[in-house]
């Protein structure tokens, strides 16, 4: 799909001891629907394994889902882990229910981008948005 | 049909089964130590004297139809294996490589540098098994590596078993080097996706084409019919038949292999080891039905100072009843003369300790394991490699077992223990013994007559 000749790889997964597998699910198959390659790693996920199948795969985007509100603590880290793997320049999104209760989004957004996170979304953004952002990020028509 | 003479030239020694094919039964064996130095030949008829006196006593004429070999001379079929991530492609070319019975020297994994070339160099393997990049994956590291290949100063065939979309250019850097490279389907071609046999099978063929002559075996071996496979693949070979049954002779299922040598342990399990109970998430590599791994450090002979260090560390040594000053000696005498076989009472109990010994800590390596992660409202399980909690039979081979005192005992130390319930051994399984070392005479057979060899199996293999 870049320049219209290869699929967009994308390493998919739900970060750190979370279980809630019905939304890594859903985006699985929607991104699939939409021309991409999907590797879902699936839930219970560590950094590391983000970042292994990112490397095999030669992906060009890493989407992390934290639904149970402690993807603060999760996600410290992960771009560092990445430089340190020699894939430092990979866009990492991030998106789902990043903090416990109902924060102000600015501030969370901040927070995430501050550990380098490329994007990071509220609770209830839908799949359809996180498509469009592929594909403005990545030159896609 | 007639009689069957089946030959093994392995690292030590050089066994000889024959084998009655139309009662089907086992007439004999023996074994001389291998003399690979000067003509494997020599051994080979000395023990093949003996074997002959053996069988003529029993009043039946020695005249041998069928002469099949395999054969773990000149230190087996010696494998380095390459892929990308260590627990993905590296870990699935070591795989593809223990399964294809052969020795993996060493495993490397990402950009192969100039120093690593210059190893290989050293360890001289017989094959090198080129992955990397799941297919359509990364690129640029397995191109990079076969680079570095292509500078080899040794001749050594290499399997490309890696990334189909960098295989062209890649077999074109290593014939313009004239290195000789065979181009096979990836063995990890999705990430959840593992694909092992076409590269096992081709490793095999080349063993047969190349690395057999190149170890100079074959020259003068031609009234047998040649060298089949590596040792080791005749062992898995005949394990898989025995699990597995033929189209009309029923195997026995799930099964579990254990074979306690002099310089190795290697454990085998043919079980697909999916969880038995609920409540685990899967993790990792996915499994092959055939696994095998061999621990180089666990052996009862050459490997047998490296061996009491483990247990150490490992803190097996506890329950030992022997005073650890004397045992240090003994062991340190036993690695040193690698074929001593024990006599005496003492060293009888030696040989023992050091099986069990091997036989715990390889198994414990081999079973998948699980880890507890706490999470916010239960604990969840979470495996990672095979579960083999319900594996039903558990098979001892090998010197270390066969000839130990009480093999029972030995491979008794591979069950489940509810002190390390994290670790997924078998709970309650039967034992089987190989008590005539016929395995790998089996898995000569099984290429020729699967049918009869399951039913020698059957016949020859004894529980305890
Ligand atoms: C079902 C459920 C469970 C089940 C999960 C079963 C399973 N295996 O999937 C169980 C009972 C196990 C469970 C447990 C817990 N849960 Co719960 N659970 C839910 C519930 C009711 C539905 C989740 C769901 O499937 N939604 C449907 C899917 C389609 O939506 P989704 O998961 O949100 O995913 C979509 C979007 O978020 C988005 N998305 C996801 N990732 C990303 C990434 C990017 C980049 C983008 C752009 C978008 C995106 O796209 C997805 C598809 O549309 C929600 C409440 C709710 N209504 O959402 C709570 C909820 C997620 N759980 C919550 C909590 C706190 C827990 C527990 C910690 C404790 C508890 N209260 O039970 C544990 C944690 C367990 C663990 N280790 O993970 C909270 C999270 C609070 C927070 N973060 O602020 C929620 C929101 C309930 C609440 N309001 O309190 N839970």
Redesign the pocket.
Known sequence: MIAGKRKLKIVLG?I????????????EN?LTEEGFKVINIG??SPQEDFINAAIETAADLI?????????EIDCRGMREKCIEAGIGDMQL??????????KDFTEVKKIFEEMGFN???P?????Q??ID?IKKDFNIK | MGIALLVDFGSTFTKLVAIDLEKEIFLGSSYYPTTVETDVMIGFKKALNELNKKISKKNIDIDYDLKLACSSAAGGLKIVAVGLVPLLTSQAAKIAALGAGGKVLKVYSYKLTADERDEIEILKPDLILLSGGTDGGNEKVIIHNAKVLSQLKIDVPIVYAGNKCSATIAKRILKENKKSVSIIENILPELNYLNIEPAKELIRKLFLSNIIKAKGLSKRMDFLSSVLMPTPSAVLKAGQLLAKGTDNEEGIGDLMLIDVGGATTDVCSYSLGLPGTGGFVVKGLPQPYMKRTVEGDLGIRFSAMNLLNTAKKENFMKKCKIKLKDLDKKVEKLSRNINFIAKDEKDIEVDKLLSAISTKIAINRHVGKFQT?Y????P?NILYGKDLRDVPTVLGTGGGVIKAKNPKSILEKSIFDEDEPYILKPKSPKFLLDKYYIMFAVGLLAQKMPDLALRLLKKHLIYI
């Open positions: 739900v750190g001891s979370d279980v809630h597998a019905v939304g890594n699910k859903i985006l929607v839930v219970l989407v992390v889902s934290s639904l149970y509100g402690h993807g999104y991030v998106g789902g229910n990043l903090v416990v209760g109902k994007r990071a979304y609770p209830g953004t839908s799949p948005q996180l952002d | 992660k999470t916010p409202i239960s969840v």
